[in-house]
C-alpha cells in the first residue's frame, strides 16, 4: 500500500486559529469544569445529536430530541426517531472509540446507522455523491472498489502524522467525506469521528457541541467542502473547522462561567450549611432560614444536585421521606 499525504498547506490563519483555540482551552483548566456540571454535559449532547441529524433532514425539534434521550414518545417520523437514538448511542462510545481503528468506524457506523441502511457497519458497495441542503451535487465520491484502500491510507497517514489535532482531524474529516466511505450517514459519521479524534486528545471535547456551530453555518460548510475539492487540498475546509471549533469552545466556556456563576450566588449558601453527615431537606431549610419547600428545592437542592455538588442517600427514591442529602 502506498503512503499517501492528503494535501493542505499549513498556513498562518491555521496557526493563529489554533493558537487562539488552545488559550480558550486552557482556560477551561480542565475537563473536571465540565465533569462537575452533569447538566451541562446533557445538553451539549443533545446540541450535537440534535445539530448533526438536522444537517441531515432531521425532522426532530430539539425538545423533541429531548423527550426521546428521556425515554418519551414523540410524534414524528419513525425513522427520524430512530436515527437520534442510533445517534445518541453513538456518542455514548466515545470514551470507547480508538479513533485509529478502521474497525472501530464500521462498529459505530452499524451503531449510528442500525435500522436506516442495509449496509451498516461496512463501506460501502454503490456509487455515491454529496449534496448540499438544496439537494445539489457538490462531489460525486470516488468508485467503491476504491473506497477500502484509501480509508486504508487515510487511517494510516492518521497514524504517522504529528501535526497538531485541530489540524489533523479537521484535514480527515474534510478526506473523509470526499471518500464517503459508506452507503450513508458519512456526514455524521465525519462529524463524530472528528470529536472522537479530539476527545482523545482532550477528553473535554467529547462534551464540546461543535456540531451545532457547523448547523448553524451549513452553507459555509457545503461551501468550504466544494472549494478543497476544487482546489486540490483542504485549506477551506480546515480553516472553517478551526474558526468553528473556536466558536464551540468561546460558547461552552462562557456557558461553564455562566452555570459556576449562577451555582456561586444559589448554591453556595446550602454548601456551607452542610454538615459531615446526611442531612433532610427539613434540617437544610432550618439552617438556611427558609419557609418554602417549593422555593428551596428550586433555588437550591436541584441546582446544586445537577451540577454534581450534592448527592442522595437513596438516589432511585428522590421524593422519599427518607432522603437525605450529602456534600460530594
Given at each position: ?37 452533569p447538566?451541562l ?10 445539530s448533526?441529524l ?23 417520523p ?10 445518541f ?7 470507547n ?13 452499524k ?5 436506516l ?33 484509501l480509508?486504508?491510507?487515510l487511517?494510516?497517514w ?20 470526499f ?21 482523545s ?6 462534551w464540546?457541541?461543535?456540531e ?5 453555518h ?24 478551526l ?26 449558601a446550602?454548601?456551607?450549611v ?8 427539613k ?9 418554602s ?14 451540577a454534581?455538588?450534592?448527592g ?5 427514591k428522590?421524593?422519599s ?8
Amino acid at each position: 500500500m502506498d503512503k499517501y499525504i492528503p494535501p493542505y498547506d499549513l498556513t498562518d490563519e491555521m496557526l493563529d486559529l489554533t493558537a487562539q483555540i488552545m488559550e480558550k482551552i486552557g482556560r477551561l483548566d480542565s475537563v473536571n469544569d465540565l465533569e462537575r456540571l452533569p447538566r451541562l454535559r446533557k445538553v451539549s449532547r443533545i446540541k450535537s445529536v440534535h445539530s448533526s441529524l438536522a444537517i441531515e433532514n432531521n425532522t426532530l425539534t430539539m425538545q423533541q430530541v429531548t423527550q426521546v434521550l428521556n425515554g418519551k414518545r414523540v410524534l414524528a417520523p419513525e425513522e427520524d426517531v430512530c436515527a437520534v437514538k442510533n445517534a445518541f448511542d453513538a456518542y455514548k462510545e466515545i470514551d470507547n472509540i480508538d479513533p485509529y481503528s478502521v474497525e472501530d468506524l464500521l462498529r459505530i457506523h452499524k451503531i449510528m446507522m442500525n435500522g436506516l441502511v442495509r449496509e451498516c457497519g461496512k463501506l460501502r458497495s454503490t456509487q455515491v455523491g454529496v449534496y448540499n441542503q438544496n439537494g445539489e451535487v457538490i462531489h460525486v465520491a470516488p468508485p467503491h472498489d476504491m473506497v477500502s484502500p484509501l480509508v486504508d491510507q487515510l487511517f494510516a497517514w492518521l497514524k504517522e502524522s504529528k501535526v497538531n489535532m485541530l489540524i489533523k482531524s479537521s484535514v480527515f474529516h474534510y478526506e473523509f467525506e470526499f471518500i464517503h466511505p459508506f452507503c450513508d450517514g458519512n456526514g455524521r459519521m465525519g462529524r463524530l469521528w472528528q470529536t472522537a479524534l479530539l476527545a482523545s486528545w482532550k477528553p473535554i471535547f467529547a462534551w464540546i457541541p461543535i456540531e451545532s456551530i457547523i448547523k448553524d453555518h451549513q452553507e459555509e460548510y457545503y461551501k468550504a467542502i466544494k472549494i478543497s475539492t476544487s482546489q486540490g487540498k483542504s485549506n477551506a475546509f480546515i480553516v472553517f473547522m478551526l474558526n468553528t471549533i473556536l466558536n464551540a469552545v468561546s460558547d461552552i466556556l462562557h456557558e461553564t462561567h455562566e452555570h459556576q456563576n449562577h451555582i456561586s450566588t444559589q448554591v453556595s449558601a446550602l454548601l456551607g450549611v452542610l454538615q459531615s453527615y446526611p442531612m433532610t431537606a427539613k434540617e437544610l431549610m432550618d439552617k438556611l432560614g427558609l419557609k418554602s419547600r417549593d422555593g428551596f428545592r428550586k433555588h437550591y437542592l436541584a441546582p446544586a444536585i445537577e451540577a454534581g455538588l450534592i448527592g442522595m442517600t437513596e438516589p432511585d427514591k428522590p421524593t422519599s421521606r427518607n432522603q437525605r442529602y450529602f456534600k460530594i
